[in-house]
DNA sequence: CATAAGATCACC
DNA sequence: GTGATCTTATGA
């Protein structure tokens, strides 16, 4: 069994250096239909009092999975169609969150093949609601903590990397503030 | 009632 | 490569 990255990770570290410090882990679930898994390579920090923050406001049915305990799961639904997941950061009650914008696919790529319904290796996980389909991720997984078997982060077992660090995508509101992160080079990011 | 942390397809 | 279009829960 290799390392599963245990709750007290994600409440160890503020957002933003979550954010970076996710990159290069392992996402992984298991799923009855098989294991998926990839390496983080792409990530988004929202923060209290950050206008681009779904819980900038207040907190609310759809948001609340945000002010859970660090490493909790919470997934939306966007444009009507699409589904994106974030990792609950910041102290508990407090409404932060880091988005998994894309993986580097590593487990159960026929299964992400089949679930995406695409060959294409750099399509399948290249997005935020690319990966959320690849890796079988439902709006289940709402408050679940990601320290199961099933569906955890492992450590990062290769620092050999730069991140680079830009303002985040397909947002309006807080466009300037540069919290988005990627690990340079990287084939399966989402986009520059 | 307008919008949204996106992906896809048609057509350059 | 670029722009139009899809679709609906959410929150103002």
Same mark, same amino acid.
């Given at each position: 069994?290799? &390392?599963?990255?245990?709750?007290?990770?994600?409440?160890?570290?503020?957002?933003?250096?979550?954010?970076?410090?996710?990159? *290069?882990?392992?996402? !992984?679930?298991? /799923?009855?239909? *098989?294991?998926?898994? =990839?390496?983080? !390579?792409?990530?988004?920090?929202?923060?209290?009092?950050?206008?681009?923050?779904?819980?900038?406001? +207040?907190?609310?049915?759809?948001?609340?999975?945000?002010?859970?305990?660090?490493?909790?799961?919470? !997934?939306?639904?966007?444009?009507?169609?699409?589904?994106?997941?974030?990792?609950?950061?910041?102290? +508990? #009650?407090?409404?932060?969150?880091?988005?998994?914008?894309?993986?580097?696919?590593?487990? =159960?790529?026929?299964?992400?093949?089949?679930?995406?319904?695409?060959?294409?290796?750099?399509?399948?996980? /290249?997005?935020?609601? $690319?990966?959320?389909?690849?890796?079988?991720?439902?709006?289940?997984?709402?408050?679940?903590?990601?320290?199961?078997?099933?569906?955890?982060?492992?450590? /990062?077992? &290769?620092?050999?990397?730069?991140?680079?660090?830009?303002?985040?995508?397909?947002?309006?509101?807080?466009? #300037?503030?540069?919290?988005?992160?990627?690990?340079?080079? &990287?084939?399966?990011?989402?986009? $520059?």
């Amino acid at each position: 069994m290799q &390392n599963i990255l245990p709750k007290e990770f994600y409440e160890k570290h503020d957002t933003l250096t979550l954010s970076k410090l996710l990159l *290069g882990c392992t996402l !992984v679930h298991e /799923s009855p239909e *098989g294991r998926t898994a =990839g390496i983080i !390579v792409e990530t988004e920090g929202y923060l209290q009092g950050d206008p681009a923050c779904h819980a900038y406001r +207040k907190k609310s049915t759809r948001n609340a999975p945000m002010f859970e305990r660090p490493g909790t799961c919470y !997934v939306y639904l966007i444009y009507g169609m699409h589904y994106c997941v974030n990792i609950s950061s910041g102290a +508990k #009650d407090i409404g932060e969150a880091v988005l998994i914008r894309a993986l580097e696919p590593t487990e =159960g790529i026929e299964l992400m093949q089949k679930r995406r319904k695409t060959n294409d290796l750099k399509n399948l996980c /290249s997005g935020p609601a $690319k990966l959320v389909q690849a890796m079988g991720i439902t709006l289940d997984f709402n408050f679940l903590t990601l320290d199961s078997e099933e569906f955890h982060c492992l450590a /990062s077992t &290769n620092n050999d990397f730069s991140i680079v660090t830009t303002t985040r995508i397909g947002i309006t509101q807080g466009a #300037d503030l540069p919290y988005r992160f990627y690990i340079e080079g &990287n084939k399966f990011v989402s986009r $520059k």
